[in-house]
């Protein structure tokens, strides 16, 4: 990595219409729904722009974007499987986005600055084949949406599929919390609870956002995390969209478990840097107004992220923490 440049973004969206073959699919809800303009704009590009040049054109954006970065040497981009009923196969009627791991793993390895971030549906009937052959294609996680994918991480049935996670020493990165991107949710899902049984086989789990919002059993989700937190060493948090205007605070909060700063990981949740949702004048009373100013200022998403979770307290040690667990010996960037 560049001197300076030295910070891996683990988790960065992307999406796809089917263009160019891709194998994406986007349902008709989600198309009709106002978020979908506003996910196109952010990835800066056009649904006529897709059709001609493919879904593989917003990975190339994002690299190029990336590559302007003073700070973000690389990103993992993650895929996202469908729902699975009950014949082993993808629900396309009850699945609103699907992002094929072979178009992620494929356009990744185009870009020396993109890692593959594999989705698998454990409930598949071939999932722990999905899961070899996304491991032999350069995945360095797996990345969960229960409440849209409606996985219960807590079912016994898929503990072959977190022991050959185990042994192929791939991460977990669900999310953990309430889940408002999409335009259906079974919040429940999104307990950082159910984590327990991964957690207790030895799989190293990453709750995306830190359970930061909801609650589950009358509690918080964040407290529900914590407790976990003390009693499994492998459980780590990432501190994506955690300064959206939707979670203001969170942060802050996160921040004071100072035990925790060894086990919290850099990630963006690209490209909802690019909505508005995030904004460095949000924080008049943790930063001052020149600061704000200049933050605003700095052209670069990934630079003007790590700016502000700079100046809102996020410490060297957080920042280099994902590239101590998916750097690549210095191959990036």
């Known amino acids: 990595m560049e001197d300076g440049k030295n910070i891996i973004d683990i988790h960065c969206h992307t999406a796809g219409t089917g263009a160019g073959g891709s194998g994406c699919f986007v349902s008709r809800s989600l198309r009709e729904s106002w978020k979908y303009?506003?996910?196109l704009k952010a990835f800066g590009v056009t649904e006529k722009e897709l059709q001609t040049e493919g879904d593989g054109l917003i990975l190339r954006r994002l690299s190029e974007n990336l590559a302007g970065s003073r700070r973000v040497a690389a990103a993992v981009v993650l895929a996202m499987d469908g729902v699975v009923g009950d014949t082993g196969e993808v629900d396309t009627a009850?699945?609103?986005?699907y992002i094929p791991n072979e178009f992620v793993a494929a356009e990744t390895n185009r870009y020396p600055n993109l890692l593959f971030g594999a989705s698998i549906n454990p409930y598949r009937r071939d999932a722990v084949e999905r899961l070899e052959k996304a491991a032999d294609s350069g995945a360095v996680l797996v990345k969960w949406l229960p409440s849209i994918q409606h996985i219960d991480p807590?079912?016994?049935?898929?503990?072959p599929f977190y022991l050959r996670m185990k042994e192929l020493g791939l991460p977990l990165l669900t999310h953990t919390g309430e889940?408002?991107?999409?335009t259906w949710t079974r919040n429940e899902l999104g307990d950082p609870q159910l984590l327990r049984l991964p957690?207790?086989?030895?799989?190293?789990?990453?709750?995306?956002?830190?359970?930061?919002?909801g609650k589950n059993h009358d509690e918080r989700n964040f407290d529900r995390f914590l407790r976990l937190s003390r009693d499994y060493p492998n459980l780590y948090a990432d501190i994506s969209a955690l300064t959206q205007l939707n979670r203001l605070g969170h942060?802050?909060?996160?921040?004071?478990?100072?035990?925790?700063?060894?086990?919290?990981?850099y990630g963006t949740d690209m490209p909802l840097l690019n909505t508005g949702i995030v904004s460095p004048f949000a924080f008049p009373f943790r930063v001052s107004p020149a600061k704000m100013l200049a933050i605003a200022r700095i052209a670069n998403p990934w630079d003007r992220d790590v700016a502000l979770k700079q100046a809102l307290g996020v410490t060297a040690e957080i920042f280099a923490s994902s590239?101590?667990?998916?750097?690549?010996?210095?191959?990036?960037?």
Do not use: P
């Open 154 to 159: 807590a079912d016994k049935r898929v503990v």
């Open 94 to 97: 009850r699945t609103e986005m």
């Open 179 to 182: 889940e408002s991107s999409f």
């Open 323 to 333: 590239a101590r667990m998916f750097g690549t010996g210095g191959e990036i960037g």
């Open 199 to 213: 957690l207790s086989l030895g799989v190293t789990v990453i709750a995306a956002h830190a359970a930061s919002n």
């Open 251 to 265: 942060l802050a909060r996160l921040l004071k478990y100072r035990e925790l700063h060894g086990r919290l990981l």
């Open 37 to 39: 303009r506003i996910y």
